[in-house]
């Protein structure tokens, strides 16, 4: 059969997809996590709980102590294996929280998740060092979850405390992440940090266009040999392109988690975790 100058650059690309999504599916991960392995061989979801005021998706507000306990166990019953706990929006153009501020909410969200499933595995999100280092030594957090693209104070903090570090990339295409990450992941490495799990950042650093040229090629940070983490859940990179609100983002968010999966997404990082959990499934990932 011949094929046209369109067919087979149509029929190159899908052999290429289907090569790629059997390597990433043979990829065998692991973290350590309070000397527990947890195995990301598969995808597993990662729930998001917002103990703050100001988070662009107004529903994942949680602030009272009887919202967050509610959503922590929503969290884990809908099937998410890890919780990650946040104090201080990072959304566009906001004013991020204060230190203090940051570490008062934190406190009281990480002292009722650690009381009522004490043994959830949770990650804290957040940029500060001091933070980081508060949320372990005190409530045993397991995973340090750090969107600001990492910086020297932090690495020797998370190196030091010994647990699993999602390193996040501000750079806007993909060859500035492969190399922002080349360099980061060595020092890491240089400090000890056994477990990086990185993150190519959508919506961070980038334009909506930008972020979704990261995500039609994001099969190749495979090279790394590291596991990757997917935070799309109702972003602007959704709602702008649609004409609609993070609100409505859902479906949205689906589609984009399906095209991360099939490009080696071993995080999901969302706010709907039921859905995420059927998008794993419907891919044959679970």
């Known amino acids: 059969m011949c094929f046209g100058k369109k067919e087979r650059k149509s029929r190159k690309n899908f052999v290429n997809t289907e090569i790629m999504r059997i390597f990433v599916g043979e990829m065998d991960y692991t973290i350590n996590v309070r000397g527990r392995l947890l195995d990301l061989s598969k995808p597993i979801v990662m729930g998001i709980l917002n103990a703050t005021p100001d988070s662009f998706y107004a529903a994942s507000r949680?602030?009272?102590?009887?919202?967050?306990?509610r959503r922590a166990a929503q969290i884990v019953e809908?099937?998410?294996?890890?919780?990650?706990?946040g104090g201080c929006s990072t959304r566009p153009d906001s004013q991020p929280a204060t230190e203090?501020?940051?570490t008062e909410r934190l406190r009281l969200a990480l002292d009722i998740v650690r009381r009522e499933l004490p043994e959830a595995i949770i990650s804290v999100d957040t940029f500060r060092p001091e933070v980081a280092a508060m949320a372990v030594k005190e409530f045993g957090a397991d995973i340090i979850n750090d969107v600001s693209g990492g910086s020297e104070e932090m690495f020797r903090v998370v190196s030091r405390l010994g647990v699993p570090y999602i390193l996040t990339s501000v750079e806007a295409t993909l060859r500035g992440i492969l190399l922002d990450f080349a360099g980061k992941v060595q020092a890491l490495r240089d400090?000890?940090?056994k477990d990086i799990i990185l993150d190519p950042g959508f919506g961070f650093g980038k334009t909506v266009e930008e972020n979704y040229a990261v995500l039609r090629e994001m099969e190749k940070l495979q090279v790394m040999d590291l596991p990757l983490l997917v935070g799309v859940s109702r972003k602007s990179m959704i709602w702008r392109v649609l004409g609609i609100t993070?609100?409505?983002a859902l479906n949205g968010t689906t589609v984009l988690n399906t095209i991360a999966l099939m490009k080696g997404a071993n995080i999901l990082r969302v706010h709907d975790v039921r859905e995420a959990k059927e998008s794993i499934?419907?891919?044959?990932?679970?």
């Open 246 to 248: 993070p609100d409505e």
């Open 62 to 69: 949680q602030q009272t102590k009887v919202e967050i306990a």
């Open 78 to 85: 809908e099937g998410a294996a890890i919780i990650d706990i």
């Open 191 to 193: 400090l000890g940090q």
């Open 100 to 102: 203090a501020e940051e």
């Open 281 to 286: 499934t419907l891919c044959g990932l679970s």
